[in-house]
C-alpha cells in the first residue's frame, strides 16, 4: 500500500516536489528556480516550457533521491502561483506566448476603459475582486489582442489557457496525447472571470473580456481524482488535488474553522481567512475568494489580503543593489542598528495592492538624511513587509468583524526573527509559526490524500498541527503608534506616480 502523498508546488520564483508521509512530515524535497523575465518596467513574465522542464527535473529528482516508485505514492497534489496566465496550442503544447505572470502591469492602460462603466468594483459583487492588473482575465485579451494570430486560432477552439494548475496537470496527464483540460474552484476564483456563487465561468464578463469560453478550463472542486499522471517516475499516480498557493497554505495550516487564518511571507505576503459557507463582501480593501472545496461538500470561502512585494523586497536589495549577498544576510545587516533612522521604504513595485488597489503607486524610500546607512535601509526594508501586514490585518478585522488572537505565519520570510519580533511587535499581537513551514506544498497533499482516503478526514489534518514558535509583543503603544502614523505618511507619498 502507498504510504506517502507527493505535491508540486510551483511558485513565482521556483518549482518544487515534496513528498509527505501521513504525519506531514517531509520525506523527500528537490527545488529548482527558473528564470524571470522582464521585457519591459512592470512586465514580468516566465517561459511555460522551463517551467515544465523543472518539474520533470524535480519529480525525478525526489523520487530518485528515495528510491521511491510510483506505487509509494497515493495521490499527487498540486498547487501554484495563482493568476499567472498561460495560453498554448493544444495540438503541439507550444505556448503561444511566455507566462504572462500575477506581478505584471501591462494591463494598467485598459483598466479605465473597463472601470468607465461601474469603476473599479465593477465585477467585485460576482468575482471578489476589484479592476485591477493583478487577475488573469485581463492578461487572457492581452494575449489575444497582441499575439498575432491567436484570437482567430482561440475562435477555432486551437487555444487553451491555464493558470499554472491547469497547465501543469494538462502536462503531467499526458499533454498533447490526451492531457486533461481542470482547473479548481480556487484558481478559477482568482481569474476574474468565475461567478463566486455558481462556481463557474461567467457568460457576461467573458463577453466583456472577449474571451471565448472555449480555451477556458473546466472548474473542478480542489479534492477529487481529475486523471492519472502518465509521467515516467510518477506514472499511473492519481492526480487528486489542486489549490492556488495561497489557498493550499491555508488547507496546510488546518484553518478549517470561520475565523480562522494564516498569512504567508513569501515573494509577496497572502493572508487568508477562512469565512466557511459564506462569500463575505469586502468593504476595506480585502478580497473575497474561494478558500477549498473538497469533493462534493460546498465550497468554502475567504477573505483575502494580498501583498505584491515583501520578500521580493530583499531579492531586490540583493539582487539590484548588491547591498546583501544572499537573502539571507539581511538579518545580520539590519542588526548592526538598533532602529530604522527614520527611513521608510514603501515597495509599490507593481502598484499597491490590498488595502489601496493603486495601479499607479510606485515605490518610494522616504525619510533620507546624511545619517543614514545600509543597516537603515535593511531594517526599513524588513520593516516594510511588517507594516504591509498591519494594514492588511486591520482591515480584514473591520471586514470579518473578528479580532485575531494571533497571526498564524508561515513561508520563508519566517526564518527571520528580526522580523517576526517586529511583526508581533507591530500588530500588539503574538506571531506564531508552525513545525511544518510548507504548509503550501501540505496543503496541496491534504487535498490530494483526502480525496483518495489516504487522510480520514480534516480532523485527522488538524491533529497534525503543532506550533513550532511563537514571538511575543515588547513594544511600547506609542511608539508603536508613531512607527505606524510614519508609515502610513510614507505610503501616501507612493499615490498617483504613473500618470
Ligand atoms: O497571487 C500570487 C501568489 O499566488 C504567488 O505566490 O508564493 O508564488 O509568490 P508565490
Known sequence: MATYIGAIDQGTTSSRFIVFDR???IVSVAQKEHEQIYPKPGWVEHDPAEIWRRLEEVISEAMEAKGLRPSDLAAIG??????TT??????TGQAVYNAIVWQDTRVADVLPHFAAHGGQDRYRTKTGLPLTTYFSGLKIRWVLENVPGARAAAEAGDLLFGNIDTFVIWHLSGGVNGGVHVTDVTNASRTQLMNLSTLQWDDEILADFGIPKKMLPEIRSSAEVYANATFAPVAGVPIAGDLGDQQAALFGQACFKPG???NTYGTGCFMLMNTGEKAVPSTCGLLTTVGYKIGEKPAVYALEGSIAITGALVQWLRDN??????STDIEALARTVNDNGGVYFVPAFSGLYAPYWKDSARGVIAGLTRFVNKGHIARAVLEATAFQVREVVDAMEKDSGIALDNLRTDGGMTVNH???QFQSNILNKPVVRPVVLETTALGA???AG???GFFKDTDELVANWAEDHRWIPSMEQEKRDNLYHFWKKAVTRTFDWVE
Do not use: D
Open 321 to 326: 543593489l548588491s547591498i546583501i549577498e544572499k
Open 450 to 452: 483526502l480525496a483518495v
Open 86 to 91: 498561460v495560453v498554448w496550442n493544444k495540438k
Open 445 to 447: 497533499a491534504y487535498a
Open 23 to 25: 504525519t506531514g512530515r
Open 78 to 83: 498540486i498547487t501554484n502561483q495563482r493568476e
Open 260 to 262: 480562522e487564518a494564516k
Open 418 to 420: 528580526l522580523l517576526m
